[in-house]
């Protein structure tokens, strides 16, 4: 078993890919569902990182969902996005309007900082540090 896909709420369907796509650099996979019978405008989107096998399915929130856009986790890191080149991955993200929260940090477990989506969410970017290889602050 394996986990394919996460549910992320949103407000809108397009300005939601054009973040995912455009600024994180996601592929779009999927986007159906206009005349699929689901009624009410619903889509299905999905989207991933490039060369990635799970993915977010992108859900317009209705009614009482719309509380929870921006804060599917409480506030807490709500995914962890990982990269195998930190530096690369950051200046590119940053470049298209990303917002970190901090600066890039050296952890015992790898580089990291936080970032925000375009509702609030937190997400963690990462790259693991390699067995073996020594953390430098």
Do not use: C
Request: aromatic share 10%; glycine share 14%; hydrophobic share 40%.
């Amino acid at each position: 078993m394996r986990i394919a896909l996460t549910a992320l709420l949103v407000r809108d369907y397009d300005e939601a890919i054009g973040f995912y796509v455009e600024k994180l650099g996601f592929e779009l996979v999927e986007d159906s569902g206009l005349d699929s019978g689901q009624g009410g405008g619903k889509r299905w989107v999905m989207v991933r990182p490039k060369g990635g096998q799970a993915g977010l399915l992108l859900a317009r929130a209705t009614g009482d969902q719309a509380r929870a856009v921006g804060d599917q986790a409480g506030g807490r890191v709500f995914l962890f996005i990982e990269t195998d080149d930190f530096d690369r991955d950051h200046a590119r993200m940053t470049a298209a309007g990303v917002r970190f929260l901090e600066a890039p940090r050296r952890e015992p477990y790898g580089t990291v900082a936080v970032f925000e989506d375009l509702y609030g969410n937190r997400f963690d970017l990462i790259q693991p540090a390699r067995p073996g290889a020594a953390s430098s602050p």
